[in-house]
């Protein structure tokens, strides 16, 4: 079943506020460390929803192409009266380190916030939206690179799973389901 939802969700129909719950099980609690050393949980302490990606900071693969998708939705959902979080937990965290977190983040978008922890803490998180790292080769220039989750989840600023974009959307129309399910915030 979650196949079918995440093929529907790739071809662009999203599952609205209004509709049933999503027809599978994702998301869920996680304490993890921001690139300023400050403990973050699911929840946004800001209240905005958040947009969250599972990848690497420094990444040359997929993650080169969904962080400036992620800054643009931001940027975007934003002319729709929605701030929302750009957020990413790290798959490398031996790469993703506090130091270097922070700065590549910021080359996408000022607001990120990038999200790191022990190998335990990750898993918890990695659990909770059935994400699967994987080694599939070494770059001599930049080491390691994983197979990882590709799709965005949008979350509600508590941390419960809206929907899931796919990072084939263009930045307007993900910043529209964005807005659909969140709604301008005063």
Do not use: W
Not at 19 to 48: C, N
Not at 55 to 78: F, K, T
């Amino acid at each position: 079943m979650i196949r079918t939802a995440i093929a529907l969700l790739a071809l662009g129909t999203p599952v609205l506020a209004d509709a049933p719950p999503l027809p599978f099980d994702l998301g869920g609690a996680y304490t993890l460390t921001d690139q300023s050393g400050a403990t973050r949980t699911q929840a946004d302490p800001d209240g905005h929803p958040q947009l969250l990606f599972f990848g690497y900071a420094n990444c040359r693969e997929v993650c080169s192409a969904a962080l400036p998708l992620m800054a643009q939705v931001v940027d975007a959902a934003a002319v729709e009266g929605v701030e929302v979080t750009p957020v990413m937990i790290t798959v490398d965290p031996a790469r993703d380190t506090l130091a270097t977190l922070g700065p590549a983040l910021a080359q996408h978008h000022e607001d990120f916030v990038g999200l790191t922890g022990t190998e335990a803490q990750l898993q918890v998180a990695y659990d909770a939206y059935e994400i699967e790292t994987e080694e599939v080769f070494f770059d001599p220039e930049y080491g390691p690179v994983y197979a990882h989750g590709s799709f965005l989840y949008l979350l509600d600023a508590q941390g419960e799973l809206l929907t899931l974009l796919p990072p084939v959307l263009s930045p307007d129309a993900a910043a529209q389901i964005v807005a659909k399910y969140t709604g301008p915030q005063s």
